[in-house]
């Protein structure tokens, strides 16, 4: 329930772009919490698109209207840090700002899953100055001492950097 109730608050776009200033948010009810949009109590009925659909514009584009007709007001959609920032300190919006004219258009709020440094234990996800960049960003070790593709979790240098990324620290759009 926590790591649902952090993305929301976190990741939730409101697409509505008079409302710019009304961030969603969770607001306690007692011992219930609710996710306000637009400053009003909001219940997602959302869809998921696959994994790592989100990969292109053109297949992305025919899914949104898909779930309008599904009845649904949200969807979740990935985004890769490597689509994000393919290089360093430079941010491709290219792919969310798509995502997000078509759910407008479609009436849908937008929850970005966002894939950086793990997936499933692994880091596919990751840019590939990231993944090539051994001396900066560690590697898990295999008994034997073999390096494998996980960024090693104790990283701090690696993790100061997503953060930055995450928080859009510095965007040179």
Not at 62 to 78: A, C, D, E, G, I
Not at 100 to 117: H, P, R, Y
Not at 138 to 159: C, S
């Amino acid at each position: 329930m926590k790591t649902i109730q952090i993305f929301v608050l976190v990741l939730i776009f409101s697409i509505n772009l008079q409302s710019q200033n009304n961030i969603p948010h969770l607001k306690k009810y007692g011992k219930a919490t609710q996710l306000m949009v637009n400053n009003e109590p909001f219940l997602m009925i959302a869809g998921e698109i696959h994994n790592s659909s989100a990969s292109t514009i053109e297949f992305m584009k025919p899914l949104f209207p898909k779930l309008k007709k599904m009845n649904l007001n949200s969807v979740f959609v990935t985004l890769a840090w490597e689509q994000f920032e393919p290089e360093e300190g430079k941010y491709d919006f290219t792919l969310v700002n798509e995502i997000l004219k078509n759910a407008q258009e479609n009436n849908l709020k937008v929850c970005l899953l966002w894939f950086a440094s793990w997936k499933n234990g692994e880091s596919s996800y990751a840019p590939m100055w990231v993944k090539k960049d051994t001396k900066r960003f560690f590697r898990v070790k295999t008994k034997d001492g073999l390096e494998i593709e996980t960024l090693y979790v104790f990283d701090l240098k690696g993790a100061q950097i997503l953060k930055e990324t995450f928080n859009g620290k510095n965007f040179k759009k």
